[in-house]
């Protein structure tokens, strides 16, 4: 069996090849930056017409919000900006259809198992749309409820959600693969936003890439954070709204062609942000060693001085900026520490975020020995 996605762990709302370089053939009046990692398809297929049917426990104080969020969802503004430019050998990916609710049974511990049965027996039910490329299955896992999942990480600490698939046969006897997404409910994620957030992230990611051979940007830096699929290099670029829902940012292959931020709509305003000169996401280190990379700030118009802040993934790995406070064409420093404690082989994911106004813009990267 395929390994299903990593997962999603909330995150506080805090690239390019080596040589990309910050002055790298592209209009500097145009570009935000000129070579923001690109968007790769292992050629899987994508859901053209997501079929969308949503598990809800009896008695869930969120359920009609959370009923409304799945209604609204896949035919939003939000879903065309985010989706629509990425087609596999089946088509592009284009408004969806709500299917119906299925009521999840009542239980203080599910499994995988318990899903996997749940979405069979459902599709089962002849009054239930016949299974095809286009299903879909939002589970909402109820407050206080613990889950195990197969790749094996505690539930509300290793993950708040994930999405996979299962293959079953339709009525009529073919093989079916049927993606479904699991929302957990945790002490930090037991809010109607944060369920969106975590449902909109898996459901984006389960449209284009929904057996796990589909859409992934392609770099390792961006990817070491929380995984290379399209909501999950985002998570540190804060959210949006579709309507009245909070849901998650997406990349956008589009946009980073362009050399604009990829994780940001077009209707979002002046791109601003920080970044390594070189476009280097990759940063080799052994244990015990130090580097200085050389930074620029850049906006494609004007805003106010933005803040700068560097987070490390582990504190073994220290940053440390010339300044937090910058604005276009300021050049400033990051300096990279490795304890000498550290592993002789070892990766540790860094966020850049440039925040002004309540806007994030983020750049990731890791630090690490694998590289050389």
Avoid at 104 to 128: F, G, H, K, M, Q
Avoid at 257 to 279: E, H, I, K, Q, Y
Wanted: net charge negative.
């Amino acid at each position: 069996m395929d390994c299903p996605d990593a997962g999603l762990a909330m995150v506080p709302d805090t690239g390019p090849t080596p040589d990309a370089g910050m002055d790298a053939g592209t209009d500097a009046g145009t570009a935000l930056f000129p070579r923001y990692p690109r968007v790769r398809s292992h050629g899987g297929l994508v859901q053209t017409q997501v079929h969308l049917r949503v598990a809800i426990a009896a008695g869930d104080p969120l359920a009609g919000a959370l009923e409304t969020f799945s209604r609204d969802i896949v035919t939003s503004a939000w879903w065309a900006q985010v989706t629509a430019e990425y087609c596999g050998p089946n088509g592009c990916i284009g408004p969806g259809a709500f299917d119906g609710t299925v009521t999840l049974p009542p239980a203080t511990s599910y499994s995988e198992d318990d899903v996997r049965a749940l979405i069979a027996a459902d599709l089962a039910n002849p009054a239930v749309r016949e299974p095809d490329a286009q299903s879909n299955y939002l589970l909402f896992i109820p407050a206080g409820a613990t889950f195990t999942q197969p790749f094996g990480a505690p539930s509300c600490s290793g993950y708040h959600a994930y999405h996979y698939f299962l293959t079953l046969q339709s009525r009529a006897g073919a093989p079916v693969r049927v993606p479904y997404s699991v929302m957990l409910r945790c002490s930090d994620s037991s809010t109607l936003r944060t369920q969106t957030f975590l449902a909109s992230h898996e459901l984006v990611e389960a449209a284009t890439d929904p057996f796990m051979d589909g859409f992934v940007v392609d770099d390792s830096g961006w990817a070491a954070t929380h995984g290379a699929e399209l909501a999950d290099v985002c998570l540190y670029s804060g959210t949006t709204t579709a309507g009245p829902h909070e849901v998650e940012r997406v990349y956008s292959d589009r946009r980073a062609a362009r050399g604009l931020d990829p994780c940001r709509l077009d209707s979002d305003g002046v791109d601003f942000t920080t970044v390594p000169v070189s476009g280097r996401t990759l940063i080799v280190l052994r244990p015990g060693e130090a580097t200085t990379i050389p930074l620029r700030s850049r906006s494609l118009g004007a805003v106010p001085d933005w803040t700068l802040q560097a987070l490390s993934l582990d504190a073994r790995v220290q940053l440390s900026l010339s300044s937090t406070t910058t604005n276009d064409g300021q050049d400033l420093t990051l300096t990279v520490s490795a304890a000498a404690a550290l592993p002789a082989t070892f990766q540790v994911p860094f966020i850049l975020s440039s925040k002004s106004g309540g806007v994030t813009h983020a750049w990731q990267g890791a630090v690490g020995s694998l590289y050389e």
